[in-house]
DNA sequence: ACCGGTCCCTGTTAGC
DNA sequence: TGCTAACAGGGACCGG
């Protein structure tokens, strides 16, 4: 499930085999692909033939490729979905949604989603809220991270934890002031960005936090930890570009990722815990799972778990 | 404003 | 064997 090693891993597949090349026709097979294009697959596709792909930008989980016309072509890649650049003549799949022809004679770029909780959009770029001031102007090389510049519609997310922008105390503050569990707050792509349900865990099982550990009781010293765990698990997934369960997820080139093999705590109920060797325990929590250690990771006793 | 819960999707798997 | 139900899960949205 792409998270934010996954799409970084596409990002860089992208800025490789499509940036700086010119768009020549797109076609959208599924228009629940192009949904929160508002004004329709049309315009969709109106508002990118002729326009040249000039970078390819990530924070958290959205992708988008700026153009040479004040827009950005975003991507969200929800569950199931694919980024790939593959020859004209190669086989269409059943999930192929959105296809991007290009001017010259290189491969095109093609959307495809199983699931169909992905989508792609063009938008507006707009000044990035979580940068102000003379510092709008830097931050160009840091990791998946552009510019001064986010699309409409990623406006609202917080910063990933690996960006320039990404402000640790502040985070600590805001963390501080939620009343929920640190896994929620977590997942809560407002307050931080990136971390989805498999690499929540595993930042938790690094951190040795409990996922239901109440937010307004983390100690500084249990936030830096947490922030330790997060940046060391996405950077680790980074490297081994990107995690896969199934035949689902591949990154641009169609190669699946491996990090599935480092997981220490998501998937791994019943195995013993790489550090105390305690089996790993399988939580039902908001209509999914959360797995952790019992021994590395105790329940906070205030809930009376 | 914040919080928890529901729904959208479809392919795979478990269970009867 | 063949059916149904559960499950996977990011994020938009809704009601309290």
């Not at 934010?4 to 010119?22: A, K, M």
């Not at 640790?168 to 792509?189: E, I, N, P, S």
């Not at 009781?217 to 698990?233: F, K, N, T, Y």
């Amino acid at each position: 499930m792409p998270e934010l090693p996954e799409v970084e891993t596409v990002r860089r597949g992208l800025e490789r085999l499509v940036v700086g090349r010119s768009v020549a026709a797109v076609q959208v097979d599924h228009a629940r692909a192009v949904r929160r294009h508002e004004a329709g697959a049309q315009d969709f596709a109106g508002l990118l033939v002729g326009r040249t792909l000039q970078a390819a930008v990530r924070r958290g989980k959205y992708l988008w490729l700026p153009l040479d016309s004040g827009d950005a072509l975003v991507a969200h890649l929800g569950m199931s979905g694919q980024l790939l650049a593959l020859a004209a003549e190669a086989p269409a799949g059943p999930h192929l949604r959105v296809r991007v022809r290009f001017a010259d004679s290189g491969p095109e770029l093609r959307f495809v989603d199983q699931r169909t909780f992905g989508g792609l959009a063009v938008q507006e770029l707009v000044r990035d809220p979580a940068v102000r001031g003379e510092t709008a102007v830097r931050g160009n090389t840091a990791v998946g991270v552009g510019a001064a510049l986010v699309p409409r519609g990623v406006a609202h997310i917080a910063p990933d934890p690996l960006e320039p922008a990404f402000d640790d105390a502040a985070f600590a503050a805001a963390l501080r002031k939620r009343r929920t569990g640190v896994k929620r707050a977590l997942l809560d792509q407002t307050l931080i960005s990136g971390i989805g349900n498999i690499y929540a865990d595993e930042a938790l099982w690094r951190a040795r936090l409990h996922w239901a550990r109440p937010t307004e009781a983390l100690r500084p010293i249990d936030v830096r930890r947490l922030l330790q765990g997060v940046r060391e698990v996405l950077a680790d997934a980074i490297e081994a570009g990107g995690t896969s369960f199934d035949a689902l997820y591949v990154n641009v080139n169609g190669e699946s990722g491996w990090f599935d093999r480092s997981l220490d705590a998501y998937g791994q109920e019943g195995r013993p815990c790489r550090r105390c060797g305690t089996p790993i325990r399988r939580d039902r929590w908001m209509n999914r799972s959360a797995y952790s250690c019992s021994k590395c990771q105790p329940r906070p006793r205030s809930l009376g778990l």
